[in-house]
């Protein structure tokens, strides 16, 4: 769930936040908790919410103090109102991310020998590994004030058969490899390098048609119905002498 927000009234909410208890996945996205969530993406109070969602105001307190317990909303900030005091509260993370860990059942998660790597479910178990590693330290990079220095490599290949799936993985692991030689530096700062691929997903066809087709159609089909109108109009709105001399010539053959 994305919740873009900026620092608000000096305090500075993280970019991530990993989410990898069940039960702080089971409250947060526990209907109303998730819309509140989503709401406090700025701040508000227990009564402004209560109002927007048509919600009774205990309801509504209820379940912020939920929220609040398990760390995925704060306190930002207090007012003194008709004799009580106000709390507005404001989401901790700009957005949760849900561990894919969470989703497995427990320990009868598949396992998958690393050496087939052309497996689907070792890609999904690496990909999995790598959204942990990174928001955890994303997060602990955040709470020191920096900046986690990360890099992407994203690009599209079309194989003409399934064994050039093969010979491309093999092509780019000793490419890698070699240039993971060249850069590697004894008491450097190790970094994991992840390189997977997928069939892409298969795009809806497109109807084809040339630019401009659709609306010379229509302007044919509308001129046409215009057409027409205008001759039934000349039978019944013509002249007055030509629908009666037909209906005397019909009166006559008959």
Known sequence: MDLSNGSIWGVSSTEMQLVDEPERVRIALASPRRQLLERL???????????????????????????????????????????????????????????????????????????????????????ADTVR????????????????????????????????????????SEALAHTAAAFDTAGGRPYRVVVGGHPAPADKPATEHKPGTEDKAATEHKRGTEDKRSTEGKDVTGDESAPASRGTQAGGES
């Open 41 to 127: 993406r700025q701040p508000g109070s227990a009564a402004q919410l209560a109002a927007e969602f048509g919600l009774p105001r205990q309801r509504v307190n209820y379940h912020l103090r939920v929220l609040e317990q398990v760390g995925l909303i704060e306190l930002v900030e207090e007012r003194p109102r008709r004799g009580c005091t106000e709390r507005i509260m404001r989401a901790t993370s700009h957005a949760f991310l849900v561990d894919p860990a969470v989703m497995r059942a427990g320990e009868e998660a598949v396992f998958v020998a690393a050496a087939d790597r052309f497996a689907a479910e070792h890609l999904v178990t690496v990909a």
């Open 133 to 172: 590693q990174v928001a955890r330290m994303q997060a602990g990079a955040g709470r020191q004030g920096v900046r986690l220095l990360t890099f992407t490599i994203e690009t599209q290949v079309r194989f003409a058969e399934p064994g050039d799936v093969h010979r491309f993985t093999d092509a780019l």
